[in-house]
């Protein structure tokens, strides 16, 4: 599936199919904010997947994001001027005079090259580390000594942009490109793990042993008629266009 350029998406809230079994006439009325969404990365022990390829032939700002959350921007990003592909996030102060602490973990040997092909990125977090994977082969990693800053709660995770609604609009990280897979792996830091359940068809996955720890996996397919992506995990954190309301 193709991310428009200033047509983001959010996994945002958890739907309500108790009406609706099929899942095919799911409507905006019988959803509420996911607390487990908004508090998804300030867990200890985790990965998230996605698959993705890039075009620079697609309008994007200089600067876009993957995948992200608002606030001090957090998520995957590419810079098309620099050609770099990185991870960058936000801790809290170690003190009260040297303010919040910026990280950047950039992806090595991760160039226009590859990612003009399908690519596979996974960010692993166990305890106070980040990890990078790309092709399911360890790129890089950070340590941190502190937690993620609270921006991070307040919102849900966003596809296409880093920070939309932003008045500074270098902050908003608007992107252009394909996405074809993403899942999230809650207590699991094995990516042999992720491996296993990327390579396992999602009709399959409640037969894995891991399944109860996926918060949700999205294969961009599987999408109803009011362009709504079903989870495909055992929840219902159904991924959706961000109202304009809210782009800038």
Known sequence: MKINYKEPFWAKYEWDLTDHKDHQYVTEFNKEESHK?????????????????????????NI??????????FGVTYNVEADVLALEFWTEATTKVVGDEFHYVNFYDTHYDTLKE???????RNDDEFIVYKNFERNNDKDFDKNLIDDYRDEGLLFG??????????????GSFD?????????????DIVKKIYETN???LNKLKEYKNIIFNYDFDTVNNQGI???????????EKIPKDFIK
């Open 202 to 204: 999602v009709s399959d």
């Open 64 to 73: 876009f994001c993957l995948f992200g959350k608002p606030g001090k921007n």
């Open 118 to 124: 399908w690519t596979n990125i996974t960010v692993v």
């Open 161 to 174: 942009a880093g920070n939309p609604g932003s008045d500074v609009p270098e902050h908003r990280y608007h």
């Open 179 to 191: 996405i074809r897979k993403c899942f999230f792996i809650e207590d699991e830091t094995d990516i």
């Open 37 to 61: 969404i908004k508090n998804l990365f300030h867990q200890n022990k985790y990965a998230l997947h996605l698959e993705v390829k890039i075009n620079k032939k697609y309008k994007s700002d």
């Open 229 to 239: 992506i079903f989870d495909n995990s055992s929840n219902s954190y159904f991924v």
